[in-house]
């Protein structure tokens, strides 16, 4: 079955520290795979996608097959990271997408 | 632009009891769709409309019901309320399904005593 799993519920670090927010899925053909962001008392956004190959607010994501992970990373945290995200996933031309649970992410001074 | 409605915003309900979600988009989009998040778990897809005058079920539809009223509006709705339903309900669109970004509404908390 395909599953989005995000092993941290929490994760906290120092500002100017790298971070990096864990994502593994299973599935068993060629995903399309989203990072989604919830800043406080905002809605829930799109931050990056990995068909894009974008970097977006300093955060990247690699896509690793051999691995099945598609983690975040920053290499210097900002205290306006702090937030919820969230790893989904999707197979081409459908509407499903898969969530993991998230990862509370503090960032503090 | 106000991009993704959704209404009540919080809802208690008495178990048995009936409501409807609405939410309307104001970004022409072709697809909506209606997510529930419980504490611990990733959103999971109640039902979609992938364009107006369709619709299908997501993951865990039992319980509820969709109307695709016209391209901006759709609604979800709780036939006989049950407290397994309390949860937060996110509307949601894109221009199309597959790869396309979602936009999200702000959620709507129902609680089912």
């Known amino acids: 079955a395909q599953r989005v799993t995000q092993p941290e519920k929490l994760l906290s670090v120092f500002k100017g520290a790298p971070v990096e927010l864990k994502c593994n899925y299973s599935?068993?053909?060629?995903?399309?795979l989203f990072w989604y962001v919830q800043y406080s008392r905002q809605r829930l956004q799109l931050l990056l996608r990995?068909?894009?190959?974008?970097s977006i607010k300093g955060f990247t994501a690699d896509l690793n097959k051999g691995e099945t992970s598609f983690h975040l990373k920053k290499p210097f945290a900002q205290e306006e990271d702090s937030a919820m995200y969230y790893c989904?996933?999707?197979?081409?031309?459908?509407?499903?997408?898969?969530w993991g649970a998230g990862t509370k992410l503090i960032i503090k001074p | 632009n106000a991009g993704v409605t959704q209404t009540p915003k919080f809802q208690v309900l008495k178990t048995g009891q009936s409501m409807t979600l609405q939410c309307a988009q104001d970004?022409?989009?072709?697809?909506m769709y209606w997510y529930r998040q419980d504490p611990g778990m990733g959103l999971r897809l109640i039902y979609y409309?992938?364009?107006?005058?369709?619709?299908d079920k997501g993951e865990v539809p039992n319980g509820y019901n969709v109307s695709r009223l016209n391209k901006r509006e759709f609604s979800l709705r709780l036939e006989s309320a049950a407290p397994s339903q309390t949860s937060v309900y996110f509307c949601?669109?894109?221009?199309?399904?597959?790869?396309?970004?979602?936009?999200f509404g702000e959620g709507s908390r129902l609680t089912v005593l």
């Open positions: 949601a669109s894109s221009v199309a399904g597959g790869t396309g970004e979602l936009f």
């Open positions: 970004m022409n989009h072709n697809s």
């Open positions: 409309s992938a364009s107006e005058g369709t619709t």
């Open positions: 599935y068993s053909g060629s995903p399309e």
């Open positions: 990995h068909i894009s190959r974008e």
């Open positions: 989904a996933l999707t197979r081409d031309s459908n509407y499903q997408l898969i």
